[in-house]
């Protein structure tokens, strides 16, 4: 008897956690939704003077096979030598719905080039974002980002920086 009650009393007290969890998160990507909102507002401003570009073919030979003709077909537009917002520490790329921003050092677009297998490596997890995730959410920014920061926040419960998402 008293291991069929211990049971119950895990499962409720599992059930209430996870709920407590789901409601905390909730509230985390509310509450987080200007600041995403004013992330890709400033990595606009900061890159405006840049001239987005679309993919090579060098670069399209290897992005196709994983995601098709996305750079042409859906707009995806990169910024090489961005600048990104304080805040971003060594991150190489980052994608806000059809535009990947990329540091210096990651616009090497030739195959010849010694950097392009690791351009092309950032390239590939930002083309990820952009039609795995942001595409699944019709590139809308508040639905992705809802979606984005509440993963972000179930991600690791008392972890600040999780990685699993980024």
Known sequence: MVHW????????VGATEEIITDSSCSLFATVGLPGYFAVATLL????????????????????FPLHGNISHDNGIRIFYNAKL??????????????????????NTTIASDA???????????????STKQYQAHGYDL????????????????????????L
């Open 5 to 12: 009650v211990t049971k119950v009393v895990k499962k409720v």
């Open 44 to 63: 606009g401003i900061e890159n405006s003077f840049q001239i987005p570009k679309s993919t090579t073919a060098d670069q399209d030979f290897f992005i």
């Open 85 to 106: 917002p304080p805040g971003f520490g060594d991150t190489s790329g980052v994608t806000i719905g059809r535009n990947i921003y990329v540091r210096s050092g990651v």
């Open 115 to 129: 950097g392009f297998p690791n351009a092309t490596s950032i390239l590939l997890h930002e083309f990820t974002h």
């Open 142 to 165: 508040a639905s992705f980002a809802g979606q984005h920061l509440f993963n972000f926040c179930k991600v690791s419960p008392g972890d600040p920086y999780p990685r699993a998402l």
